[in-house]
């Protein structure tokens, strides 16, 4: 089981960044894969989520609208486009992946495999 994080950086606020997630094929498969971010001092929260069969696509209310995930089997890339970054998405964003159920798909304890994150800094 691999993921791989990347595509974090420094940005000012409204500007976007595009997260890549690299997954091993097995990790891939998984039920669905998601990505949650930590702000210093702060819980791991969930941001964004999709299914592996229909693609279907689950967001946090403080991202819908502003972020967007997708993937692509051919690669086995999971991504997270953001634009009108605030400072208040500062944090390490993680990739996951999860074969658990999709009514708790929001829930970070269901997920079971993790990247080593990557940090978005966005400045005001």
């Known amino acids: 089981v691999q993921l791989q994080a990347s595509g974090g950086g420094l940005v000012q606020a409204g500007g976007s960044l595009r997260l890549s997630c690299a997954a091993s094929?097995?990790?891939?498969?998984?039920?669905?894969m998601g990505w949650f971010r930590q702000a210093p001092g702060k819980e791991r929260e969930f941001v964004a989520a999709i299914r592996r069969s229909g693609g279907y696509k689950y967001y946090s209310d403080s991202v819908k609208g502003r972020f967007t995930i997708s993937k692509d089997a051919a690669t086995n890339t999971v991504y997270l486009q953001m634009i009108s970054l605030k400072p208040d998405d500062t944090a390490v964003y993680y990739c996951?992946?999860?074969?658990?159920?999709?009514?708790?798909?929001?829930?970070?304890?269901?997920?079971?495999?993790w990247g080593q994150g990557t940090q978005v800094t966005v400045s005001s």
């Open positions: 094929t097995r990790t891939f498969s998984s039920t669905a």
């Open positions: 996951a992946s999860t074969n658990g159920f999709l009514s708790t798909i929001r829930d970070v304890r269901q997920y079971n495999y």
